[in-house]
């Protein structure tokens, strides 16, 4: 389980940011303000990010950003790369992938 001061770099583009509005898909209808962050698989292994396939695993976490923008938030750990795999390869808002951004 990630522990306090435990960090990651990643670039975000348009797809994380607004994964209700741009995707390649015509499956569900439009979301605005969903998106979610991925997370790398090396990380998720590094710091034993799971999904909720593996046994006990805790998924929600809380966190803050460094400029205030988030404190004290919640983030779901989920998704995963290959079926039956349990790294999460994401994380979004606990209930719905809705993010504040500008």
């Known amino acids: 389980m990630p522990k306090k001061y435990d960090e990651y770099i990643v ?3 348009e797809t994380h940011l607004s994964w209700g509005t ?6 569900r ?3 605005y303000q969903e ?8 990380k998720a292994k590094e710091f034993d990010i799971y999904m909720s396939n593996k ?6 976490y809380n966190f803050s ?3 205030g923008f988030y404190t004290n938030e919640k983030l779901k750990a ?14 979004h808002g606990n209930g719905l992938l809705i993010f504040k951004h500008n």
């Open 11 to 13: 670039a975000l583009g």
């Open 22 to 27: 741009h995707r390649y898909t015509t499956t």
């Open 29 to 31: 209808e439009v979301i």
């Open 35 to 42: 998106g979610y962050l991925k997370i790398p698989k090396a």
């Open 55 to 60: 046994k006990d695993a805790n998924i929600i």
């Open 65 to 67: 950003t460094n400029d």
């Open 78 to 91: 989920a998704g995963c790369s290959t079926a039956g795999d349990i790294y999460a390869k994401n994380f």
